[in-house]
């Protein structure tokens, strides 16, 4: 099991542009987080998908931020029109949490370090 | 609100001192809690979770009901020990929670 991949490592663009970061869960996990890192901040909880739904996007940004897991294929964080403020570590966690089981724990992508020109 | 408060952002300790990290919690209903632990180039993984109650690499964690707290600690602490350790707390709808984080480091 190769664990959770995320793609790409580093992300440059410039302001105004669109950066989409993938993330393939663990096999046999159907349960996708989003977590961004500021610089010298923690982490912080953005979105969390199963397979075709979004469950809790509380953290997620109002404007410019989007998040998929399509039944095939990786998830997706979209950021529209990127400001400088974005630059952060985006991380990934899979869980094989099954609806209604107890919490399980979170696997974590190397994350996708975004940098914003 | 559910929140997570690690309120060191940085530690140290000599080797062989007895280390602990703080986290307290703040949580309506029944929490679990974990220790998430990133080393030097690493990715970020599980260290334990208060519902297994075992000792991983020297560490313990017990959960406080009463302080709404989940420290961490090891009697001795080793250079290996040192990394970005965050607590985590998992309540309703499966959502976590993770502090800020404490970067402890071990002095040879």
């Known amino acids: 099991n190769a664990g959770v991949m995320q793609n790409p490592r580093h992300l440059v663009r410039r302001r105004g542009q669109e950066a989409r970061l993938r993330c393939s869960p663990m096999?046999?996990?159907?349960?996708v987080y989003w977590y961004r890192q500021l610089p010298e901040e923690g982490l912080k909880f953005m979105v969390y998908?199963?397979?075709?739904?979004?469950?809790?996007e509380s953290g997620m940004p109002k404007e410019r931020f989007s998040a998929e897991f399509p039944k095939e294929g990786p998830s997706i964080l979209r950021i529209q029109q990127v400001v400088r403020g974005d630059s952060a570590a985006y991380f990934c966690?899979?869980?094989?949490?099954?609806?209604?089981?107890?919490?399980?724990?979170?696997?974590f992508g190397p994350g996708t370090r975004l940098t914003v020109l | 609100a559910q929140r997570v408060t690690q309120p060191e952002k940085l530690l140290s300790v000599f080797k062989g001192a007895p280390v602990e990290l703080k986290c307290n919690y703040s949580y309506s209903g029944s929490p679990e809690l974990f220790w998430y632990v990133q080393y030097s180039r690493q990715r970020l993984q599980l260290l334990l979770r208060h519902i297994s109650r075992e000792s991983i690499k020297g560490f313990t964690a017990d959960l406080n009901k009463g302080e709404t707290s989940f420290h961490l600690k090891k009697p001795f602490a080793q250079e290996e020990d040192s990394a970005m350790y965050y607590c985590a707390l998992s309540g309703t709808g499966n959502q976590f929670y993770f502090g800020t984080g404490t970067s402890l480091t071990v002095i040879p």
């Open positions: 966690a899979s869980s094989p949490l099954a609806s209604g089981a107890p919490t399980d724990t979170q696997y």
């Open positions: 998908l199963q397979k075709e739904n979004i469950i809790d």
């Open positions: 096999k046999g996990h159907s349960h």
